[in-house]
Nanobody
Framework: QVQLAEFGGGLVQFGGSLRLSCAAS????????MSWYRQAPGKQRELIAT???????SYADSVRGRFTISKGNAKNTVVLQMNNLKTEDTAVYYC???WGIGVVTWGRGTQVTVSS
C-alpha cells in the first residue's frame, strides 16, 4: 500500500520561511505528478503547487513567486520551499501523488502556522 508522509510544518513568523518535504513509500513506480494542497480552517482544500514527472511545475496565483516545488533526491519525493510567508498561508498542508487515472494517494497533512 502506497503511503505519503509529510515533514517540516511548524510555527513561523510573518515574512519567514519553511520547507516542507513529502516522501512516498510502497511503490516502485514513479508518480505521474506530485502536488501540495492546503486547507485553512473553514475553507475548502486548494491546490497550490504541482510538479509533473517531466519536471514542469504549476502554481496557484496565491503562492506563485513565493513558493517553489521541486523533486527531492529520492524517487517519489517532493519539496515545497515557502518564502515570505503570510498569515493567510496558515493551513494544514497535504501532499498528494497521482499514479494513474483515478489512482491517487494523500498524506495525513502537516500544520503550518504563520504568526503576525
Amino acid at each position: 500500500q502506497v503511503q505519503l508522509a509529510e515533514f517540516g510544518g511548524g510555527l513561523v513568523q510573518f515574512g519567514g520561511s519553511l520547507r516542507l518535504s513529502c516522501a512516498a513509500s510502497g511503490s516502485d513506480s514513479s508518480a505521474f505528478d506530485m502536488s501540495w494542497y492546503r486547507q485553512a480552517p473553514g475553507k475548502q482544500r486548494e491546490l497550490i503547487a504541482t510538479i509533473f514527472d517531466g519536471g514542469s511545475t504549476s502554481y496557484a496565483d496565491s503562492v506563485r513567486g513565493r513558493f517553489t516545488i521541486s523533486k527531492g533526491n529520492a524517487k517519489n519525493t517532493v519539496v515545497l520551499q515557502m518564502n515570505n510567508l503570510k498569515t493567510e498561508d496558515t493551513a494544514v498542508y497535504y501532499c498528494h501523488a497521482r499514479w494513474g487515472i483515478g489512482v491517487v494517494t494523500w498524506g495525513r497533512g502537516t500544520q503550518v502556522t504563520v504568526s503576525s
